[in-house]
């Protein structure tokens, strides 16, 4: 009988909101408010999370060469409307 998609355990690093006890405890650990002393049983909540990182624009060089062919392609839709009310 074969794993469910949703249940195999994949290689990449995915985000997940819930850790372990050990994962919680490091976390604490660092955060310097668990010592070894403490007991393992009722720690205390750990906030999880997942930061995304914008992708910066284009350089500005390449934003001016991008709208000089824009102009040009907006001067015949405007004459466009010109030459039908010249038909009517």
């Known amino acids: 009988m074969s794993i469910h998609s949703s ?3 994949s290689g ?7 850790l372990k006890r050990f994962e919680r405890l490091k976390v604490l650990k660092d955060k310097t408010l668990w010592n070894s002393e ?3 049983l009722g720690l205390p909540k750990v906030k999880q999370q997942k930061i995304k990182v914008k992708k910066e ?3 500005p060089a390449a934003e001016a060469g ?5 102009a040009p392609a907006s001067a015949p839709k ?4 010109a030459a039908k009310s010249d038909k009517k």
Not at 66 to 70: C, E, L, R, S
Request: proline share 8%; glycine share 0%; hydrophobic share 50%.
């Open 66 to 70: 991008a709208a000089a062919p824009a």
């Open 7 to 9: 249940l195999r355990s």
């Open 78 to 81: 405007a004459a466009a409307p």
């Open 57 to 59: 624009k284009a350089a």
């Open 12 to 18: 990449s690093n995915k985000h997940r909101s819930v």
């Open 38 to 40: 403490k007991s393992v």
